[in-house]
């Protein structure tokens, strides 16, 4: 590193800040993201100076906010949690506070919080997340415990896929923009050169052309939550042409007969006329991964979708009718266009992370209930097999979330949070969780404090140095804490002694990687290369070879009785179609992740402004379906069903699939004119519904909604969601 530059890192890649304050990506890295173009807005003015409470006048997320000292706020919040505590019991906390923070494994915001909630007592916490939320819980059913955790976090890696494969069906597209971020950093993006080294032909089956990079492969247009019916349609004629293999479905399968069996009457002509692709396409696509070594893999998007475990299933089970599970580049995979370390490769230790301790408390719900839960206390809930109760939260605790840029039915939400006697919010910036707490506390950014970053099968440790100081009073989250234990009498638990620095050395010092630098040394190179580090891996090579999998059977479970057991009608015991069904509004929405930032992080950031159009988020559309509603590129317009409606900036282009309109998520909540509109700026949640995937996994299923789109006439309000809601 040059004299006076730092090293640092993000979400969405390494990089360095010049002692001028310049931001560049780290050197090391072959195709650093653009995200890094919103960096500095860690320092905008939008960021929350002193800790603020709301005056109480109109209702959380209607109220302006007074500055008062440290000291007086410490106070509010220990008295707060010990009355909540005494009064109503430890799971009247919630503390779930489900978001991505920052990257650094030592001021991780999640980690800091449950380790302090969980030794003052417990709290109610969230299962699962709102990426994987159907994964999560059908995965363990059909491939095991273990077998989730490879298909998850292992995977075959992509080395592999680029010598090995012949075919990859990418279900849900292999989109490069998201691939740029990885949960906890990765120092070095590599698959753009990987896609473009593999030998392998690509088809992207998606409703958007640009879910794979130009040139790469070909786009197969397919209607949205219709992809069982293909992959169905696919298992049928790999049957009917005598290319399924029978003796894998029987020797490593339970419910392979079963699944035979049940894609009998579903024919190409069958899902042709559901899914929108020719008959005789999908029989050619069948022959072209009969002939090969093909890749089945289904994009995280699907699964955020109703009846989003069934992708999952259905693309396993026509993996498992070709037979090459377990065989170097064929088989499954999840997530190759989700995350930029699906493939990644992998590390023979874990991470030098912040511990944690047991929460006491049993209370839990699966992560995108937030709002039932705090409108429906003592109601009940189905989850994976069990009947379990909403507890009665008094005090709602979160730090490194913005659950109204994240939840679906902003305003059912907004609903939501009048109900807890308390609401705290740590946060950098006024977000439109900030604005719907009691008490907000302003902590530091990664500028502006020590850290490690690292991700799973990560090429390098890389030393996170603080290059300003803290904004306003803004302070880091391990001293918020620190000070709150401080006044419940459980400081010592919660420091064990060490400062932030002392935490950074003895975090590195017992990380098991070997050969390792001593501390100083990393430091002062800004990085260290993760020795051990492996990428070829292939996913479900030893069950292939004969190890069985943790499922009752050993098996894959193309039929698992334990979900027949549970009587799901919506998620029966093997995968199923279900129908979208007759809409009340003509258009897809896509609410897909946003090209130009990390969900509605930094979105008053430089690349993520460039993004916008007409000062708002850009909703792109068929040109045809916006001739017929008379739109032109440019137009302001109104995006409204049942649930809300939203102003966006309108983008005409061929990307988009007729009848398919696509509105990225983060743009920040803006609920200033409600007359007009739920968000006069582009947030998609205020027109996506609040529901689960299934009673089973109860995943989130914002990725689409059914939407009309029409040009908006006069003038649109201005846009405030920036402006601190602080003064008189
Ligand atoms: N419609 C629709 N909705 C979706 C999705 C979708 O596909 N469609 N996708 C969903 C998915 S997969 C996800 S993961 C979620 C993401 O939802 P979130 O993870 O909640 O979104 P972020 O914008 O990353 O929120 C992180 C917040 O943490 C703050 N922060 C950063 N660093 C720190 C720190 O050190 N301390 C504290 N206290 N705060 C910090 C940031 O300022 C930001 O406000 O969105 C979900 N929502
Ligand atoms: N730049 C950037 N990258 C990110 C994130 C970000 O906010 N910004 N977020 C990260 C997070 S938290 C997550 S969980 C992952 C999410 O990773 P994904 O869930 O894979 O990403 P999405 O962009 O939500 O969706 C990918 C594509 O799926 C397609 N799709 C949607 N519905 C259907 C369908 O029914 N059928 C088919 N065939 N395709 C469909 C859409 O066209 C969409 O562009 O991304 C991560 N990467
Ligand atoms: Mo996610």
Redesign the pocket.
């Known amino acids: 590193m040059s004299v006076g530059e730092s090293s640092s890192s993000s979400h969405w890649g390494a990089f360095r800040v010049s002692r001028d304050g310049l931001v560049s990506p780290r050197p090391g890295d072959p195709d650093p993201s653009p995200l890094l173009g919103n960096i500095l807005a860690q320092r905008h003015r939008a960021r929350v100076a002193r800790p603020s409470i709301r005056r109480r006048s109109a209702g959380r997320g209607y109220d302006s906010y007074e500055e008062i000292a440290w000291d007086d706020a410490l106070d509010l919040v220990a008295e707060a949690l010990r009355e909540t505590r005494e009064q109503h019991g430890d799971n009247a906390i919630f503390g779930g506070s489900?978001?991505?923070?920052?990257a650094g494994r030592f001021?991780h915001?999640q980690s800091q919080l449950h380790r302090f909630l969980a030794l003052g007592g417990g709290y109610t916490r969230s299962r699962n997340?709102?990426?994987l939320g159907a994964s999560e819980v059908v995965l363990p059913h059909i491939v095991g415990k273990r077998g989730t955790y490879g298909v998850l976090w292992q995977s075959t890696d992509w080395p592999v896929i680029a010598e090995q494969t012949d075919l990859i069906v990418a279900f849900g597209g292999l989109r490069l923009s998201t691939t740029d971020v990885t949960p906890g950093g990765r120092a070095t993006h590599t698959v753009r050169s990987q896609l473009a080294a593999a030998k392998a032909r690509v088809v992207s089956v998606s409703p958007l052309r640009d879910d794979l990079p130009a040139g790469r492969g070909e786009w197969l247009p397919i209607r949205p939550g219709t992809d069982v019916a293909l992959m169905f349609a696919l298992a049928h004629q790999l049957i009917a042409d005598g290319r399924a293999d029978l003796d894998f479905l029987d020797r490593y399968t339970v419910g392979g007969d079963r699944f035979v069996d049940s894609v009998r009457s579903r024919t190409p002509a069958w899902a042709a006329e559901i899914c929108g692709i020719p008959a005789e396409r999908i029989v050619a696509l069948a022959r072209e991964m009969a002939a090969g070594r093909t890749f089945v893999a289904v994009s995280w998007?699907l699964q955020?979708a109703p009846h989003g475990e069934q992708p999952l299933w259905a693309g396993i089970a026509l993996a498992a009718v070709l037979g090459q599970i377990g065989l170097p580049g064929g088989g499954f995979g999840h997530g190759y266009g989700s995350t930029g370390n699906t493939g990644g490769g992998r590390l023979p230790y874990g991470l030098p992370t912040f511990p944690q301790v047991l929460n006491p408390v049993n209370d839990f719900i699966p992560v995108a209930k937030i709002a039932d839960l705090l409108l429906s206390p003592g109601e009940e809930f189905d989850y994976d097999g069990g009947r379990h109760t909403y507890p009665d939260v008094k005090l709602v605790y979160w730090?490194?979330?913005?659950?109204f840029?994240?939840h679906?039915d902003l305003n059912r939400l907004r609903r939501a949070f009048q109900r807890p006697s308390t609401v705290i919010v740590?946060?950098?910036?006024w977000?439109a969780?900030a604005r719907h707490a009691d008490i907000v506390l302003p902590?530091t950014?990664t500028l502006e404090r020590d850290d490690l970053g690292i991700s799973h099968g990560d090429t390098h440790l890389v030393a996170m140095q603080k290059a300003f100081e803290p904004y306003g009073e803004a302070r880091d989250?391990y001293d918020i804490f620190g000070a709150l234990a401080q006044r419940l009498g459980y400081e010592r638990a919660f420091t064990q002694g060490r400062t932030s620095d002392e935490w950074l050395r003895h975090l590195y010092d017992r990380w098991r990687a070997a050969p390792k630098k001593p501390f100083d040394e990393f430091w002062a190179d800004g990085e260290m290369e993760a020795p051990g580090r492996r990428d070829d891996a292939v996913l479900f090579a030893d069950f292939r070879d004969g190890q069985a999998l943790d499922t009752p059977s050993g098996r894959i479970e193309l039929y698992s009785s334990t979900v027949a057991g549970f009587g799901y009608a919506d998620c029966p015991g093997y995968p199923d179609f279900f129908a979208p069904g007759e809409k009340a509004y003509p258009l897809v929405l896509i609410?897909?992740?946003p090209r130009s930032r990390?969900?509605?992080?930094l979105d008053m950031g430089a690349f993520s402004q460039a993004g916008k159009r007409s000062g708002r988020e850009p909703v792109r559309l068929n040109p045809g379906d916006a001739a017929a509603r008379g739109i032109a590129d440019g137009d302001v317009v109104l995006v409204r069903n049942d649930v809300g409606s939203v102003l966006a900036g309108a983008v005409l282009s061929e990307d988009c699939a007729p009848g398919v309109a696509q509105l990225s998520?983060?743009a920040w909540w803006d609920s200033s004119a409600p007359e007009v509109a739920t968000c006069v700026h582009g947030n998609?949640?205020a027109v996506?519904a609040d529901v689960g995937t299934s009673r089973l996994a109860q995943g989130?299923t914002?990725?689409v909604t059914w939407v009309e789109i029409s040009r908006f006439e006069g003038a649109p309000p201005p846009v405030v969601a920036y402006d601190p809601p602080v003064g008189s």
């Open positions: 489900y978001g991505w923070a920052s001021h915001a997340t709102y990426s998007s955020r730090a490194g979330g913005n659950p840029h994240h679906q740590h946060e950098p910036f977000t969780t902590v950014t989250e609410c897909n992740q990390l969900h509605s992080q998520t983060g998609p949640n996506t989130c914002g990725q």
